[in-house]
């Protein structure tokens, strides 16, 4: 038996070696006879800016370069750093920004969900990492006199002349932390299997170096008010990683949470215990923010770092040919069983050559199993957009059982079986990885419950 991996939107040589590592070695743990390949195709059918970005509203070229040049974003609102930068001077976190649209209201379903509060709410930490320290810098704690405003303000006169704040000493070991743990570490690996460690060293020193951590160190006098700035700059750091690495983070839930506590813990925190002031405005603010506002404002640096990602789908609409020439021949290379694995685009062309090979009468020579991940398949019928199906149409004879794999918090993931109601070929199955999009997309792969699924399939379909 053979699996065949077929990587998605925007992925080239570098991420696509880190993801099928990744991948080959989860399947060949389930099957160790099993031979696992990977059908590499970014670099030749991938998408490009030919014109360097020129098209897009909110890029400008880059000062003294040729009309080549990738443009550079504009700052996504006036009076913001320009891309990469964090901190940006933003308004209280109560308050939308006076330059962006109104938030809109989530459905008050939602509201119930912990698990969606939760991904809401680091959604909103990626988007803006210092949120949290913000409110912390702006409100302070609650003391028995009020709400305390300034540093110093509600001291009980017993005080001692000169003695720091516990913040203090928090942001002094912030301060310590080595930028790459080693790799004995069990937080420097886990940088490492998530796909964060490049972005953590910028990460920790814009924290670090932050208004908003000072401030917020500032007015936590307490040990209790300690511990929870100790739990916000963790969480801070680790969000502004994320942001860096985007897509190309494979982190689970589980797994921030673990770097948040490793991290937290070593800032002398908990952070099995939320921040209660920050954790309850954020809470607010994350569940009242939808993402139209925030896809408004960065429009130039989304499309920028959606370049090759949304391209290649357009690219592939237009000339998806070649591409599906190009994976036929790989299957069809090796005799014998094969398992097909595709996430999100490559999804999408197995669907459209299993679907045409099988209506000429054809089927591609081993291919038992269709498994797809986080793909856009069925939208795209549904749509009418699918280059295989005409709309409403159903799959041909031939064509293999599929496993079509989702996560409701990845937007470019969809259902297929109720796309083709009564095939019994055609099966759901939904993983949660509790990330906000765009890093669930990227986090099937470090799932076990994706591979427990797949191997089920594998012995339902009688491969061997």
């Known amino acids: 038996m053979r699996f065949l991996f077929v990587h998605g939107t925007g992925v080239r040589r570098e991420r696509h070696d880190t993801l099928f590592t990744l991948v080959r070695e989860r399947l060949t743990a389930r099957f160790p006879g099993a031979a696992v390949d990977s059908c590499y195709w970014g670099d030749r059918f991938g998408a490009t800016l030919g014109a360097g970005g020129r098209s897009v509203p909110g890029l400008r070229p880059r000062p003294g370069t040729g009309p080549d040049a990738l443009a550079v974003p504009d700052a996504p609102y006036p009076g913001a750093p320009g891309p990469g930068a964090q901190g940006a001077d933003l308004p209280h976190p109560d308050l939308p920004h006076p330059d962006l649209p109104h938030p809109g209201i989530l459905h008050p379903d939602l509201l119930t969900d912990p698990v969606d509060a939760e991904t809401a709410e680091w959604a909103l930490l990626v988007a803006d990492p210092l949120c949290e320290l913000r409110v912390l810098a702006e409100t302070g704690w609650e003391t028995g006199l009020g709400w305390d405003t300034e540093p110093g303000d509600g001291d009980d006169g017993f005080a001692m002349p000169g003695v720091q704040p516990a913040g203090a000493r928090v942001l002094a070991l912030l301060d310590g932390l080595p930028a790459r743990p080693g790799d004995g570490d069990e937080l420097g690996l886990l940088l490492r299997d998530t796909g964060l460690t490049?972005?953590?060293?910028?990460?920790?020193?814009?924290?670090?170096?932050?208004?908003?951590?000072?401030?917020?160190g500032e007015r936590a006098a307490e040990e209790p008010q300690a511990r929870e700035l100790a739990t916000a700059l963790a969480r801070a750091v680790i969000a502004a990683a994320l942001a860096a690495a985007g897509a190309e983070a494979y982190c689970t839930g589980a797994e921030r949470d673990r770097v948040v506590e490793l991290l937290t813990n070593r800032l002398g925190g908990d952070a099995r215990v939320p921040g209660a002031r920050?954790?309850?405005?954020?809470?607010?603010?994350?569940?009242?923010?939808?993402t139209q506002p925030l896809l408004n404002a960065w429009r130039g640096s989304l499309t920028v770092g959606a370049t090759p990602a949304l391209g290649d789908v357009l690219r592939y609409q237009a000339r998806g040919r070649d591409l599906r020439a190009f994976l036929h021949a790989e299957i069809a290379a090796v005799p014998g069983p094969v398992v097909l694995i595709g996430h999100s685009l490559g999804g999408i062309a197995l669907v459209d050559l299993l679907a045409l090979a099988a209506a000429r009468g054809e089927p591609v020579p081993g291919a038992e199993l269709l498994v797809t991940v986080g793909s856009q398949a069925p939208f795209l019928h549904e749509l009418g957009a699918l280059t295989a199906l005409a709309p409403g149409a159903k799959l041909p004879y031939g064509f293999p059982r599929w496993l079509n794999v989702y996560d409701r918090q990845d937007v470019l993931s969809y259902l297929a079986g109720p796309v083709f109601p009564g095939d019994t070929r055609v099966t759901d199955h939904e993983i949660t990885s509790r990330q906000p999009f765009p890093a669930c997309h990227s986090a099937y792969w470090k799932q076990d419950s994706l591979y427990e699924r797949i191997e089920q399939a594998v012995a339902e379909a009688e491969i061997g």
Not at 198 to 216: C, I, M, N, Q, W
Not at 278 to 290: E, H, I, P
Request: aromatic share 4%.
């Open 198 to 216: 490049d972005g953590y060293p910028a990460a920790l020193e814009t924290t670090a170096r932050s208004a908003e951590a000072r401030r917020a």
């Open 278 to 290: 920050a954790a309850a405005v954020l809470g607010r603010l994350a569940l009242r923010v939808t």
